[in-house]
């Protein structure tokens, strides 16, 4: 059974930093690749980052370009979010999901991505991250 379980998620000042983490269980990171989500109140859910299954390859979306860092940890069948600089228009739920093996996403402009939340399954729980002073 596929299953991805986020955490780390809590109140933190703006300008200061997160790590959430998205462990993946009945799956192995070696074939599938995992994207990050966020939707805030009365928004529709945005694609934030993905990595991918075969070379690790990194992909952003202009929102959180230079400001995130998505990794894993194939030892922990971990993927992570670090997340630095926080504005309080990152605050919303934090989801993780997987595409399969690649990422899905369209390149649109400054090497950034748009990522169809649509063509992401077996999403998490979600861990809340809020921004604010």
């Known amino acids: 059974q596929v299953q991805l379980v986020e955490s780390g998620g809590g109140l933190v000042q703006p300008g200061g930093s997160l790590r959430l983490s998205c462990a993946a269980s009945g799956f192995t990171l070696d074939y599938y690749a995992i994207g990050w989500f966020r939707q805030a109140p009365g928004k529709e859910r945005e694609g934030v980052s993905c990595?991918?299954?075969?070379?690790?390859?990194?992909y952003y979306a202009e929102s959180v370009k230079g400001r995130f860092t998505i990794y894993r940890d194939k030892a922990k069948n971990t993927v992570y979010l670090q997340m630095n600089s926080l504005k309080p228009e990152d605050t919303a739920v934090y989801y993780c999901?997987?595409?399969?093996?690649?990422?899905?996403?369209?390149?649109?402009?400054?090497?950034?991505?748009?990522?169809?939340?649509?063509?992401?399954?077996?999403w998490g729980q979600g861990t809340q991250v809020t921004v604010s002073s």
């Open positions: 999901a997987t595409p399969g093996s690649r990422c899905h996403g369209t390149a649109i402009y400054g090497g950034s991505y748009y990522f169809p939340p649509g063509e992401y399954d077996s």
């Open positions: 990595i991918s299954s075969r070379d690790g390859s990194t």
